[in-house]
């Protein structure tokens, strides 16, 4: 079978436009990696190159030069890319371990940093954040941009994460750039659609809130889950 090219994978599923989209921290390593590739050969599409380096991934054991070059679609030029961004990485080092955040009431979505700046953004930023069996924070990442509808924001896009990181729940957030902290007739019947599909793959729903200057609305505790 031949590649895959690039501009035959869906917009929405390019890790090039999902960093514009979404930002970095919501790709995966395989993802990023195929971000900082950019393309793969005749016989190996980029994905597929990027999910063979992201096995080798170790934290503080990251893949030599000459284990690249093992790796089918890896010539020089894509070994030299990466190995330049390893090096990269190791003289910044990495940010500090972040507070391990457990949320047991809605006003503990502001411990994270992503959701406390949306009361502040003009535009309306829809967040997922995953949550593990004792609703300790695993992630939060950006899944769209602008007015909330079941378009927009799509079961597929709201659980691929959760998926990937095996959470045992999701909380979804977003913010009223208007200051209303109530619940708009389309907040509500996406929560109820978002709601339905985590039943059906088993991550639950624990929450949908709405973030405003000031105020944090759970629409769980109107009644709406």
Do not use: W
């Not at 031949?2 to 929405?12: S, Y």
């Not at 990466?82 to 502001?110: D, S, V």
């Not at 985590?198 to 709405?210: A, E, Q, V």
Request: with cysteine.
């Amino acid at each position: 079978m031949p590649a895959k090219r690039m501009t035959e994978i869906d917009p929405l599923d390019r890790p090039r436009e999902k960093i514009e989209r979404k930002g970095a921290c919501a790709l995966t390593d395989s993802e990023l990696i195929a971000a900082i590739l950019g393309k793969g050969t005749k016989n190996n599409d980029v994905l597929t190159i990027s999910k063979r380096v992201a096995k080798l991934l170790e934290k503080n054991n990251l893949p030599s030069y000459d284990t690249l070059l093992q790796i089918e679609g890896i010539g020089p030029s894509k070994a030299s890319v990466l190995m330049a961004c390893f090096e990269l990485a190791n003289r910044y080092g990495t940010p500090a371990e972040r507070e391990q955040i457990r949320i047991t009431e809605p006003e503990h979505i502001l411990r994270i940093k992503e959701v406390s700046d949306l009361a502040f953004r003009s535009q309306e930023h829809f967040l997922v954040t995953t949550l593990n069996g004792a609703s300790e924070v695993i992630n939060t990442r950006t899944v769209t941009m602008g007015l909330l509808n079941h378009s927009l924001v799509h079961p597929r896009e709201v659980f691929a994460d959760a998926i990937t990181d095996r959470a045992a729940a999701i909380i979804c957030i977003h913010n009223h750039p208007s200051g209303n902290p109530d619940p708009s007739s389309e907040d509500i019947a996406v929560t109820r659609q978002l709601a339905d599909a985590g039943t059906i793959l088993g991550i639950s729903l624990l929450d949908h809130l709405i973030i405003t200057k000031g105020a944090v609305t759970s629409l769980r505790s109107l009644g709406y889950l």
